[in-house]
């Protein structure tokens, strides 16, 4: 148990659906990340925010929606995505987005898009 | 921006044995290299982690050296052991971390 909790672990939806997954840290954090994983490349960081805004946007296709209503809580809404948008999406969190500390992740979301 | 490489991509070791896994790095800003660890089903987890400013650290079976001229820094266990069978990632951070691709390693009995 990391404190940093995502659901759901596995999702499976249709290129036309409206998806969103979930993170929770308990933490104490106030900065949250979405990170990409696919087979065999690198992590590829997506969304940061910290203190609820956001400090980065690694050129992301806007298919790829985040919200971040506190520093406990983010979301990446997802629509009209593709099918290489197929991967494990990580969430993690840090004490900010400028301490080089520890990351924490959560387990992951599987998310396959048919 | 920052690249890191990250060798062997597959390891294979006799327990008992010791691993060693090299990452290079592009940007001489980094200063903070963390060594994650992931296992099946679970997100990459914290197993060492060494500053700009210190050349080796240890824990235990695991150890961590970097070269700043080289802009080179290694994972070492020794003693492996079947638990030890993971994906290990590098990473290096200058204003967000960039990550290595990764180094799936097996431990056989």
């Known amino acids: 148990e990391t404190g940093v909790t995502q659901t759901p672990r596995h999702l499976v939806m249709g290129m036309t659906n409206k998806k969103s997954l979930k993170c929770e840290q308990h933490?104490?954090?106030?900065?949250m990340y979405w990170y990409k994983q696919s087979a065999k490349k690198p992590l590829e960081l997506m969304f940061v925010?910290?203190?609820?805004?956001?400090?980065e946007n690694n050129s992301v296709p806007s298919r790829f929606s985040p919200e971040c209503p506190n520093s406990s809580h983010l979301f990446l809404h997802l629509h009209t995505l593709q099918p290489e948008d197929s991967a494990l999406y990580l969430c993690?969190?840090?004490?900010?987005?400028?301490?080089?500390?520890?990351?924490?992740f959560g387990e992951g979301s599987r998310l396959t898009v048919l | 921006g920052e690249n890191v490489e990250q060798h062997p991509s597959t390891l294979s070791v006799q327990e008992g044995d010791s691993a060693v896994i090299k990452c290079t790095y592009s940007?001489?800003?980094?200063?903070?290299f963390p060594w994650y660890k992931q296992e099946l089903g679970k997100g990459p987890q914290l197993i060492i982690d060494?500053?700009?400013?210190?050349g080796e650290k240890k824990d235990q079976r695991i150890a961590v050296t970097l070269n700043k001229t080289a802009k080179h820094f290694s994972l070492h266990i020794t003693e492996t052991q079947p638990e030890d069978s993971a994906v290990y990632f590098c990473?290096?951070?200058?204003?967000?971390?960039?990550f290595g691709p990764g180094t799936r390693l097996s431990v056989l009995p």
């Open positions: 925010y910290n203190f609820k805004e956001q400090t």
């Open positions: 940007d001489s800003a980094s200063n903070y």
């Open positions: 990473a290096a951070y200058v204003q967000n971390f960039v």
């Open positions: 933490l104490g954090h106030n900065a």
């Open positions: 993690a969190s840090s004490q900010d987005d400028r301490n080089t500390g520890e990351l924490f």
């Open positions: 060494i500053r700009s400013n210190v």
